[in-house]
């Protein structure tokens, strides 16, 4: 692992980070790609089982609406449930701060040592927290169980985030059959709104990630791809044996 080091000379300019929106990436990600992806497959599989145009689009709304209060539920209770184990973990720290002190100090010691700090910077640092609460508790918190204040997460943004743009993916496959009645051709523009869509979903997020970004968008797509060709066989399948 590579550390930082002082140079005096700049070989690239200074990039920031990616600031408050961080913490949400996942839900962004997560809500967007799923209604790509979920309502895309249950349309190929619907397709392949023979269903009718106006089948497969009330199989497509009942998914984009079913999916969407599914993921805002989910995340809600997830990332609430999250946030009261950390204030829960909060509270306890607290409590060992003022009645367990030199246990707390000792931990310290013993991370910032594991770091590969000296000896006697460990102690300036330790002795530093051990005045001032505030900045102790913060920096145990964060070492020993993962948790910076900035970075926690709103459980209604993370709901209405994933909610909404799980409906939003879902647009590209569920509104051709509103505009086709042919099947085949309506699963077509599905595959080619969705596949578009997917790529610039990969692409999208690497200006966070900062990889390859024809990779990211690709990959996206071919994982839609294998998926669509396992849920349209699973239909066609069933049609068939039906």
């Given at each position: 692992m590579t550390t930082p080091r002082q140079t005096t000379e700049v070989a690239i300019p200074y990039r920031p980070h990616v600031g408050p929106s961080r913490q949400y990436m996942r839900d962004i990600i997560l809500g967007v790609n799923d209604g790509l992806v979920s309502v895309f497959l249950l349309i190929t599989g619907v397709v392949g089982?023979?269903?009718?145009?106006?089948?497969?689009?009330?199989?497509?709304?009942?998914?984009?609406?079913?999916?969407?209060?599914?993921?805002?539920?989910?995340?809600?209770?997830?990332?609430?449930?999250q946030d009261e184990v950390f204030e829960s973990e909060?509270?306890?720290?607290?409590?060992?701060?003022?009645?367990?002190?030199?246990?707390?100090?000792?931990?310290?010691?013993?991370?910032?040592?594991?770091?590969?700090?000296?000896?006697?910077?460990?102690?300036?640092?330790?002795?530093?927290?051990?005045?001032?609460?505030?900045?102790?508790?913060?920096?145990?918190?964060?070492?020993?169980?993962?948790v910076v204040e900035e970075e926690r997460r709103s459980a209604y943004t993370a709901a209405a985030l994933s909610g909404f743009l799980f409906l939003a993916g879902s647009l590209p496959s569920v509104v051709p059959f509103f505009l086709v009645d042919s099947t085949g051709t309506?699963?077509?523009?599905?595959?080619?709104?969705?596949?578009?869509?997917?790529?610039?979903?990969?692409?999208?997020?690497?200006?966070?990630?900062?990889?390859?970004?024809?990779?990211?968008?690709t990959e996206n797509v071919l994982i839609a791809t294998a998926g669509a060709l396992i849920s349209f066989g699973v239909g066609a399948i069933y049609n068939a044996l039906a």
């Open positions: 089982g023979g269903l009718a145009a106006r089948e497969v689009l009330l199989a497509g709304l009942a998914a984009s609406a079913a999916g969407a209060i599914s993921m805002a539920a989910g995340e809600y209770m997830a990332t609430k449930s909060r509270e306890l720290e607290i409590e060992h701060l003022e009645f367990h002190r030199d246990v707390e100090l000792d931990e310290i010691r013993e991370m910032f040592g594991e770091m590969g700090l000296g000896k006697e910077d460990v102690e300036g640092i330790v002795e530093a927290l051990d005045r001032d609460d505030e900045a102790f508790l913060k920096v145990m918190m964060a070492l020993e169980f993962g309506a699963l077509l523009i599905a595959a080619i709104g969705s596949g578009i869509a997917l790529f610039g979903v990969g692409v999208a997020k690497t200006f966070v990630t900062r990889k390859n970004w024809v990779w990211s968008g």
